[in-house]
């Protein structure tokens, strides 16, 4: 069974504009991960969060994570067409001693040239 | 460096029959997971091995097991093929099984 939960399930913004997507979780983490998939092929990691931290960036990507309220959010700044794929959140529980991820359905963007 | 590989990328295979998927990690890297991904939804977790032992398991029925080599490659095998077994097969490797993870492309397995 999926975790996670991700909204909005599908973006369509420009080029240039900022793509913001959100991940709900259910139960503790010991860290969040954000995967980019395209056209269904393999993922591609882009940014992992830890549970005792509140925000971090790579690049044009802000992921930021609020585990009062188990939530998550990846913003995409000044979006290319390149950005156009499926971006997904994955939890590692924690307090487990294997790396299982638990990921959620995803989000679909779309970023038109 | 090469990443991570699967083997074949696509496949068919009838109902009821076996199929066999491989991978290879990256170089150094001890740890190997497996997931399911059907069409229009998130991966789901099948197993990770570590050090050649199994570490973890979702929920899939005894049909489905692995095995990972002393090379650290790994194997999926999938016995009484069902209809829904048609997906995406992703292997995924990292050092120890922590942190992130590294996908491989997958192998699309069509049940017909």
């Known amino acids: 069974s999926q975790q996670g939960e991700e909204d909005p399930q599908a973006l369509s913004i420009q080029e240039g504009e900022n793509a913001t997507m959100n991940c709900s979780y259910k139960?503790?983490?010991?860290?969040l991960q954000w995967y980019r998939q395209n056209s269904g092929r393999g993922l591609v990691h882009l940014i992992l969060?830890?549970?005792?931290?509140r925000e971090k960036h790579s690049g044009r990507l802000r992921v930021t994570l609020d585990t009062s309220k188990k939530s998550s959010s990846l913003l995409i700044t000044a979006s290319r067409a390149a950005d156009t794929a499926s971006y997904f959140c994955?939890?590692?529980?924690?307090?487990?001693?294997?790396?299982?991820?638990?990921f959620g359905q995803g989000t679909i963007l779309t970023v038109h040239p | 460096d090469a990443g991570v590989t699967q083997s074949p990328t696509h496949l068919i295979k009838t109902r009821g029959q076996h199929v066999t998927l491989r991978c290879s990690p990256i170089?150094?890297?001890?740890?190997v997971s497996w997931y399911q991904q059907v069409l229009g939804q998130g991966p789901q977790f099948i197993f990770q091995?570590?050090?050649?032992?199994?570490?973890g398991r979702g929920n899939f029925p005894d049909r489905f097991s692995a095995r990972q080599f002393p090379n650290y490659s790994s194997e999926l095998n999938v016995n009484a093929l069902l209809l829904g077994d048609s997906a995406l097969y992703l292997c995924?490797?990292?050092?120890?099984?922590?942190?992130?993870?590294?996908f491989g492309s997958g192998t699309r397995l069509t049940v017909v």
């Open positions: 995924a490797s990292s050092p120890t099984g922590a942190g992130g993870y590294t």
């Open positions: 139960t503790s983490i010991n860290n």
């Open positions: 969060i830890r549970s005792n931290e």
């Open positions: 994955a939890t590692k529980a924690g307090g487990t001693s294997y790396g299982k991820l638990t």
């Open positions: 170089s150094g890297h001890k740890s």
């Open positions: 091995y570590y050090e050649k032992e199994e570490r």
